[in-house]
């Protein structure tokens, strides 16, 4: 199981800080990137992996919550994202933003809201390296978990098993140690936690707190 901690949840001012205090307790970061059209908010663009790149060896994994973005993919490859996860919901071309993000030699992944069936995805399999289901409404963080996304994640995971295809599910939004326990039961292993991580004083023990809650 891996954690990966959601800058969006720390301090805006000290984004540097964010990464040396999980560096070493997780081997992945994840960035909310949010354009103000596909989901009401705003975070921060290329410019911003680009300056944290050369601060960190944690993996950099990119969730891209904007409109048509094979428009832009190649700035956040540039900038130094190893893994991109689009939405289904943001483009009519998934397969073809996927197969760009493959042939840049980073990891694709595909993101699906509450609101999208899990079966969207099943024609994708092949083409991408992990699943993103988005377990909150995407936008801001500090949301409760949905319980009804559990069941698409069991769903993907039945699916996967039958294809004899072993990839990554990642739960994203309302994990902390009440919820990571049943989305790993419902067949996820990598948890996005924001709130659950930079929004305690000690991020580091809250890692800690979400594994020992998980059952390591
Ligand atoms: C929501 C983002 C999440 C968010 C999770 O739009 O995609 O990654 O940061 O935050 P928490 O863990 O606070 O729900
Ligand atoms: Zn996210």
Known sequence: MRIA????AADFGCFRAALEAI???VDIVHFDVMDGHFVPNLTFGPALIRALRPASKLVFDVHLMIERPETSLS??????????????????HVHRALMMIREAGR??????????????????????DYVLVMTVNPGFG????IPATLKKVAALRRRLA???????????GGIDPTTIGPAKAAGADEFVAGTAVFGTGDPRAAIAALKEAAGR
């Open 107 to 128: 990891q694709a992944g595909l993101a699906i809201n509450p609101g999208t069936p899990v079966e969207a995805v099943f024609p994708l399999l092949d083409a991408v």
């Open 142 to 145: 500090g949301q409760s978990l």
């Open 5 to 8: 901690p959601s800058i969006l």
């Open 23 to 25: 560096e070493g307790a």
């Open 162 to 172: 039958e294809g004899g295809r072993r990839i990554p599910i990642m739960v994203d």
């Open 75 to 92: 700035s956040y490859i540039d900038a130094g994202a190893d893994r991109v996860a689009i939405h289904h919901e943001a483009t009519p």
